[in-house]
């Protein structure tokens, strides 16, 4: 179900739905700790307006990551393509035999299952693929199908192979700042507020209300934590997930 115009980011309203009474709960939550009626329709307001902003941009995550997703299976699937067609093996046996595990194989199995003409069918693919580099696999698989010639799936192959290695390096050589920040984000500054908290009404000019701390440690705290493993779920390559 969609309530946004052609044209507009596209999203669920359920999940909204979802979010935005989750957002109330908070808001009753902050009621609850104390809080007054202003504050906690503030807490309201913003929580769902991420909520909305998570929304909006869930479609683009998903298809960024089937796009990785299918990078990670592209170059296995078109080198065993490759070896079965310069074995003498027919264009179709030859997909099916790449089509056994992985998005991308999962891709090769819809090709499969239409009746249509295969190249017709694989070019169809290459526009709905999120991938650029999956549409143009599905693209040199078409020309394959009329050529019967593997040289163009070969370097893609290699390509892929690379794409993959390039970005598990650059993933392995932010690994470490990911892990200092978490641990800052996580003990550190949650040690440094509560002994802000503990002291400041002793040796500094503020005090700081007990609802206030109880928030922090309840709610912005953890999310800020739930925030940076989302982050760094996004960031890692699905090839070294696997």
Request: one cysteine or more.
């Amino acid at each position: 179900m969609n309530w946004l115009p052609i044209g507009l980011p596209q999203f669920d309203s359920r999940k909204f739905l979802l979010a935005a009474t989750a957002s109330a709960g908070a808001g009753l939550v902050f009621l609850f700790l104390g809080a007054s009626g202003v504050e906690a329709f503030g807490a309201f307001a913003l929580l769902l307006s991420l909520a909305f902003a998570a929304v909006l941009a869930e479609p683009a995550l998903r298809a960024s990551r089937l796009a990785q997703e299918q990078e990670a299976d592209l170059a296995f699937c078109l080198k065993q393509v490759a070896v079965c067609i310069d074995s003498g093996i027919s264009f179709e046996a030859s997909l099916k035999a790449a089509s056994g595990t992985g998005a991308f194989g999962r891709e090769l199995r819809k090709v499969l299952l239409e009746k249509s003409d295969l190249a017709r069918a694989l070019a169809a693919a290459a526009i709905r693929s999120p991938s650029p580099l999956c549409r143009r696999a599905l693209l040199h698989l078409a020309v394959a199908c009329a050529t019967g010639k593997s040289g163009g799936l070969k370097r893609l192959a290699g390509e892929a192979t690379a794409l993959q290695l390039s970005r598990s390096r650059e993933f392995s050589s932010k690994q470490a700042f990911y892990g200092v920040f978490f641990v800052t984000a996580s003990a550190i500054v949650p040690a440094g507020f509560a002994a802000v908290a503990t002291v400041g009404s002793a040796f500094l000019s503020f005090e700081l209300s007990p609802r206030v701390a109880l928030g922090a440690f309840i709610l912005v705290f953890p999310a800020v934590n739930a925030a940076l493993l989302a982050l760094l779920y996004l960031q890692s390559p699905r090839s070294m997930m696997e």
